[in-house]
């Protein structure tokens, strides 16, 4: 899948930030380098493929001239199996992007938070 069409960047660095801490009104996955802002600017978002893969998962950006990202991250391929594919929404904020992953997902994203890390969610208080 690697060509001139992906984006490969081997520094950034990859979230799960768990609903209730930092303001996060829900459980989504953070992805942050500069880099990303110029798929997607900051304060902007759209519904994307993504889908997994033997190393983690790739995010196909569509538009005049298709690009992917891959992500490779082995707690990923527990969120999306090999060959699984989901549309959800991928945001952009400064210096990055988020995946406001489907339900499913983020239920998977929880129990990996909870088992690896000891985090679990919160109720979110305005």
Known sequence: MKNEKTLELEDAEVYIHVKGYSLARVTHLDIEH?????L????SG???NITGTTEGIV?????T???FLIIE???LKEVLAS????RTWVGGKEGGIYIG???AEIEKLEKIASKKFGIEPRKYVD
């Open 59 to 63: 995010i196909k950006f569509e538009g």
């Open 46 to 48: 759209k519904f994307l």
């Open 101 to 103: 992953f489907r339900k």
């Open 65 to 67: 001239k298709e690009k």
């Open 73 to 75: 991250c082995e707690l």
């Open 34 to 38: 500069e880099k990303l802002n110029e």
């Open 83 to 86: 060959g699984e594919k989901t």
């Open 40 to 43: 997607l600017p900051a304060e």
